[in-house]
């Protein structure tokens, strides 16, 4: 038990056949309905739980409607609106940044390549990437949030440690057309089973291809420490 198959290919493939039986109907789990409110909510995300951000952003959308409406906002007005998100002082200026952005540079509509999102005040790689996935159906990468992160290494999956020389690691492996599922499914696994501190090996549909399993193996590959 906890042995991984032989290659990363094969490993990877093996895990996404097990997750997608596990989670047939995982999605994204922010709320929004259009671009721009899946921009913020993005944004907003970082370092912060879903269920909180839909919590916060199910008045602030009926608050504020467009690009035009963040950019002109209060700066201290904004930062109370969500001030239950983590760092909300920088997340308001960066979403008045980008609101002001999106106006002068790209007539008001949320841009649709990565290098234009990119350049957008807050938002990096991943953010992008679930904005292209979700908002304009392009998928040109794979979302590394901290669920994927933790339970890529855990697998054997990647020996990487940051977001973006991750999901570099990670696109050779995982076939295209399952680089947006791939993240759904590890942040479902994650949040059920999967956890950051103390993860239920013997509930586990993985566990018997993977080394990081605490029934049989002494160290957590995500961390590197000791169970």
């Not at 008045?96 to 999102?117: F, N, Q, W, Y």
């Not at 999967?194 to 993977?210: G, Q, S, T």
Request: aromatic fraction near 6%; charge should be negative; proline fraction near 4%.
């Amino acid at each position: 038990m906890g042995t991984p198959l032989d290659t990363r290919t094969a490993q990877a493939e093996e895990v996404l056949e097990r997750l997608y039986e596990e989670y047939p109907d995982t999605t994204i789990s922010l709320s929004y309905s259009n671009r721009l409110e899946l921009l913020i909510a993005v944004m907003l995300s970082a370092q912060c739980t879903d269920e909180r951000v839909n919590t916060v952003t199910a008045e602030l959308f009926e608050k504020y409607d467009t690009a035009e409406d963040y950019a002109a906002a209060d700066q201290e007005e904004l930062a109370e609106d969500i001030n239950s998100i983590t760092y909300f002082n920088n997340k308001a200026k960066y979403i008045r940044s980008a609101c002001a952005d999106i106006i002068e540079k790209h007539d008001g509509e949320v841009p649709d390549t990565m290098s234009e999102l990119t350049d957008l005040a807050g938002v990096g790689r991943k953010t992008a990437n679930v904005v292209l996935q979700h908002g304009h159906d392009i998928v040109e990468g794979i979302v590394v949030d901290t669920h994927v992160q933790r339970l890529s290494r855990r697998l054997g999956l990647t020996d990487e440690e940051y977001p973006e020389r991750i999901e570099e690691d990670l696109m050779p492996v995982v076939p295209e057309t399952d680089w947006q599922q791939f993240t759904h499914l590890f942040i479902s696994h994650g949040r059920a089973v999967c956890n950051a501190r103390n993860p239920d090996c013997d509930a586990c549909v993985l566990e018997a291809i993977c080394p990081s399993s605490k029934l049989d193996h002494d160290v957590d590959l995500a961390s590197g420490d000791e169970w």
